[in-house]
């Protein structure tokens, strides 16, 4: 069977190390299911460039998982800024929310299965989800999944 392959925004990384926060659990079960191998994971520079904005420790903490989990970095393209701003254009995300519609348009346009986040303000929601699968088609780049860890991670529970 084919490994999934992944995109982790930055949200993901940032509840790996916010044990007080909801999904929590799944968001560290998900990073040792990317260790054993489960998935391909990836994420971009635009999550770099965000993670560069949080305090130290944590600052370099989350920039270290990257290499510690085997994560592909996929870096900023003209291609993936252009599909973004069709999400603009389309009403899907407004032009000050740059880089949650460029995470979702790097991992289109990198040809992930799909985007794990956990901003439910606007990745993760139901019109997102619904209004990128029809730009995506209309130009040309395949449905991409958008969900939780929760939604990812084989839970024995």
Not at 93 to 113: G, P, Q
């Amino acid at each position: 069977m084919r490994k999934l392959k992944i995109y982790l925004e930055t949200t993901v990384f940032n509840r790996y190390f916010e044990p007080e926060r909801d999904n929590h659990r799944d968001t560290k079960v998900l990073f040792e299911e990317i260790a054993a191998g489960k998935f391909h994971a990836h994420t971009s520079a635009y999550v770099i460039e965000e993670l560069m904005n949080a305090p130290e420790p944590k600052r370099q903490n989350m920039l270290d998982m990257i290499t510690r989990y085997g994560i592909t970095l996929i870096e900023g393209s003209v291609e993936a800024e252009a599909l973004a701003k069709e999400y603009v254009t389309y009403g899907i995300l407004s032009e000050k929310h740059f880089y949650d519609r460029t995470h979702i348009a790097c991992a289109s346009v990198s040809w992930m299965d799909m985007i794990v986040s956990l901003n439910f303000a606007h990745i993760n929601r139901p019109k997102t989800r619904k209004l990128t699968r029809s730009v995506n088609e209309l130009k040309g780049y395949a449905e991409i999944a958008i969900c939780s860890p929760m939604e990812v991670i084989e839970d024995e529970e």
